[in-house]
């Protein structure tokens, strides 16, 4: 099992300086999105005193030039703290802070989807969309091989690793502990994990989150999830078929519903816009993962609890459909519906942002309208 140089050093040893009293100063850890559109950077400054909310917090900048988002002759980008947490590795008072890129004109940057969510959030703020989503995720070795497989062959079928319990059903659970516990030390508003269909591929759910939220928290629980493999000397992959075959993909399933939709009677208002996501199917699809689709045709094949990438469906409780009723919800008339396209490495902003569009301003077409 190939781990990284870095695991190995002595954690014993960070810890006698980990331990070491820092005054009254704080590390304030900025994060953002690179110009790939789901690679995260981080950089750390030291603050005079604890941040209590995001106005707090200074811009900074960084060298686009070596994150894929500017050229070398006009580098600097802006960072824009936007969303404030606490920090699971330095511990309080120290602070993760997630942050926007604006270019040199402080023009957003291409990969800068919060702002145009944000702005979009605020037109049906009085609709209250809350949204919930499934991150599905593989454990690697850093040669890229799945954590615990067989280093020249595959393991057992699937089947007994969903939900699995025992050294040989769930791979690398450690991390998923770790993770699930430094997310609710963050603030991250997690809500639950379970090992998933593939051996090493754990799932875990943010939400239930309103508006902008649900982006901001899925990113920061993303990041952190890197930094806890890094501990252990794994890679989180978020491709969305990491292993080709008859083994299943990864998704990020998203949950959205209204407070129509969550009020008596308010199947209706979930049947009504499943009818326009219907009518949009390509629009979604290209917001759905960070290449326009071409991640989503590896795993959108109609196979492995998938739908077809080329045809749009729904139905109750049906996990091969684009869009899955939970049963529930059809004998009680009211509550929330899944959109099951969006892949493992989707940008949380874009999809949420496509939602709203179609589901609450009613827009049609393959574009999205300019407000």
């Known amino acids: 099992m190939a781990t990284s140089a870095s695991a190995s050093l002595s954690k014993a040893v960070k810890q006698q300086y980990m331990a070491l009293p820092q005054g009254d100063k704080v590390q304030a850890m900025y ?31 960084f060298d686009g030039s070596s994150t894929y988002q500017s050229e070398g002759s006009n ?20 602070k ?12 957003p940057a291409e990969t800068n989807l919060r702002i145009t969510c944000k702005k ?16 599905e995720y593989t454990i690697l070795g850093t040669d890229g091989h799945p954590f615990g497989w067989p280093s020249n062959g595959f ?40 090992a998933e269909v593939m051996p090493a591929q754990w799932e875990f759910q943010v939400g239930p989150c309103e508006g902008i939220n649900m982006g901001d928290h899925l990113w920061v629980a993303r990041f952190i999830l890197h930094r806890v493999c890094e501990d252990f000397g794994v890679v989180a992959s978020f491709d969305p078929k990491p292993i080709p075959g008859n083994w299943n993909g990864a998704g990020c399933h998203t949950n959205f519903s209204t407070k129509e939709m969550r009020e008596d009677g308010g199947l209706k208002a979930i049947e009504d816009s499943i009818e326009k996501l219907g009518k949009r199917h ?12 071409l991640d989503n045709a590896r795993r959108l094949t109609g196979h492995h609890e998938t739908s077809n990438i080329d045809e749009f469906s729904a139905g109750v409780a049906n996990r091969g459909a ?3 009723i939970p049963r529930s919800v059809g004998q009680e008339k009211r509550g929330y519906f899944e959109d099951r396209r969006p892949s493992a490495n989707c940008d949380p902003y874009g999809v949420t942002e496509a939602l709203i569009r179609t589901c609450l301003l009613n827009e049609e077409g393959d574009e999205p309208a300019d407000y």
């Open 31 to 61: 994060i953002w999105i690179d110009g790939t559109g789901e690679g995260l950077r981080c950089k750390t400054r030291t603050l005079d005193f604890e941040p209590k909310c995001i106005e707090d917090l200074p811009e900074w900048n």
């Open 75 to 94: 580098s600097d980008m802006y960072l824009i703290p936007s969303a404030l947490f606490r920090d699971p590795f330095r511990k309080d008072p120290n």
């Open 96 to 107: 993760l802070v997630l942050c926007e890129v604006l270019k040199y004109n402080r023009k």
């Open 120 to 135: 979009v959030m605020e037109m049906v703020e009085d609709q209250h969309p809350w949204f919930g989503m499934e991150q």
């Open 155 to 194: 393991p057992g079928p699937q089947g007994p690793y969903y939900c699995g319990v025992g050294a040989d059903k769930a791979y690398g659970r450690d991390i998923v502990e770790a993770h699930y516990r430094a997310c609710l030390y963050a603030g991250v508003q997690i809500c639950g994990t379970n």
């Open 282 to 293: 390509r629009y979604h699809i290209r917001a759905y993962d960070p290449k326009g689709g």
């Open 322 to 324: 684009s869009i899955r």
